[in-house]
């Protein structure tokens, strides 16, 4: 019963989609099992870039199944443009009948919530996350389920007092409610997602006794996980392998790959201790095109942060690890970020330290500068290929966490990875 789970181990924007992709080409299910349309799994398919909000990377892979698990919280819209996607690429759909529904009214309290906040504003991506997770919580979402007719529309509308509730929330200046009867015309024009509702956990429980190879697919990343992640700026969602274990009711996985970027970025608000404005981190933001996929916000630049990570790897269970944009330091020396002082007593940060925002925001990152190499890295397709202090800076990650790397990504090409040894162990145990 192999099951892979594949989350990040930063704060998002790690490079998971093309890590799903790659290992999808093993398995015959992948499950999206948490977070909303505020992920953006920027994907190649057929020479083109498209960004995927929903539905698990997988969709670009002939044949594959791809299941948007209950804990998700789903823009309609946003699954009809990617039912489409997977129609071209030959795969496979089916959202759980009980994940939740993002409605307007979600986005629209998202969006003066944070107006409200000023300066202190979370950096959400305003598409009703928080607010749709609350419902779930209160347990009165309106889930997928609910779009199959008018009357179900609206008597989950009036389900635990979710509309009358949700229009005494502050809307955005000017904004008004939509009625009860606006949003029953509003969901009554996605009745072509009715035929891919199903029962996702029924369907993996079978797929899993048939010898199937499942890979769960986490959005977001170890930092933004709404338990171990920096409150309050993070999403709603559980992002590591609990996320998957809380809906789908399986507790043992194969292995959990951690995918982490060479160097480090954060998108909106939010505590970030190995921030850098320099010529590097600038070079790194054009050339990594540092851009939010969903929000076109530019993401902060910074260096490797190897507490952090060693934070992640232990908190969220992580087995294997995948260091993506590795091609991106060639040319320059590396800054790393190998310990932390507390700012008032320079003493060291203690192992077993949960690094709240409380305690990043008081610590002082300890920087090395590595050496670099300049020749161009994308052609490898063998760790050996690679020069010497490439290696040498893999080496202290592995070390560093104590967790054996299995690829490396060296370019953008959804082949420009480098899978090691351990794949092929790793396979075996498929
Ligand atoms: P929300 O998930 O829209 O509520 O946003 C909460 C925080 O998570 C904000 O700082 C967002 O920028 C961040 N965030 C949410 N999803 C992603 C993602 O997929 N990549 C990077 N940051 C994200
Ligand atoms: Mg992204």
Redesign the pocket.
């Known amino acids: 019963m192999p099951v892979i789970v594949i989350v990040g181990t930063q704060?998002?924007?790690e490079g998971k989609g093309k890590v799903v992709h790659s290992v999808a080409q093993k398995a015959q299910v992948i499950v999206r099992y948490a977070g909303g349309a505020?992920?953006?799994h920027s994907l190649e398919l057929n020479g083109k870039r498209i960004v995927v909000r929903l539905c698990p990377s997988g969709i670009t892979t002939p044949g594959v199944l791809c299941l948007v698990g209950p804990g998700v919280v789903c823009d309609p819209e946003v699954l009809i443009a990617e039912l489409q996607i997977a129609k071209a690429a030959g795969s496979r759909v089916l959202l759980d009948r009980d994940a939740s529904v993002i409605l307007p009214l979600h986005k629209l309290v998202d969006t003066a919530r944070e107006m409200a906040r000023g300066s202190k504003a979370?950096?959400?991506?305003r598409?009703g996350?928080?607010p749709a997770y609350e419902d779930r919580d209160a347990r009165r979402d309106f889930r997928l389920q609910d779009l199959a007719t008018e009357a179900s529309i609206r008597k989950a509308l009036e389900r635990g007092n979710l509309h009358a509730d949700r229009t005494r929330d502050a809307l955005p200046g000017g904004v008004l409610p939509p009625s009860i009867d606006e949003l029953v015309a509003w969901g009554s024009q996605f009745k072509e997602l009715l035929e891919y509702l199903g029962d996702s956990r029924a369907v993996v429980e079978e797929m899993l006794e048939q010898g199937a190879v499942v890979v769960a697919e986490g959005?977001?990343g170890f930092g933004?996980d709404v338990d171990q992640g920096t409150r309050p700026?993070?999403?709603?969602s559980s992002s590591m392998p609990a996320g998957f274990s809380k809906s789908f009711g399986i507790y043992h996985f194969n292995c959990v790959i951690g995918i982490a970027k060479a160097y480090g970025t954060r998108?909106?608000?939010?505590v970030m201790p190995t921030l850098m404005d320099t010529e590097w981190s600038r070079r790194m933001q054009e050339l990594g095109q540092e851009r939010?996929s969903v929000t076109g916000r530019i993401r902060r630049v910074g260096a490797m942060d190897l507490p952090y990570l060693k934070f992640a790897c232990r908190r969220g269970g992580i087995t294997h690890l995948v260091i993506t944009k590795l091609d991106l330091l060639t040319g320059n020396k590396i800054p790393v970020c190998d310990g932390y002082r507390y700012k008032n007593t320079g003493m060291r940060v203690e192992k077993h330290t949960t690094l709240t925002t409380e305690v990043l925001e008081n610590v002082d990152p300890q920087f090395t500068l590595l050496d670099g190499w300049s020749e161009p890295i994308g052609h490898c397709r063998r760790y050996e290929e690679l020069p010497q202090q490439a290696q040498t800076y893999l080496k202290l990650i592995e070390s560093s966490t104590r967790v054996p790397i299995i690829g490396i990504g060296v370019g953008p090409d959804r082949d420009a990875i480098i899978w090691r040894d351990s794949l092929s162990s790793l396979s075996q145990s498929l």
Do not use: M
């Open positions: 704060w998002g924007d505020n992920a953006g979370l950096g959400t991506t598409n996350i928080g959005a977001q933004l700026c993070c999403t709603s998108v909106g608000e939010g939010g």
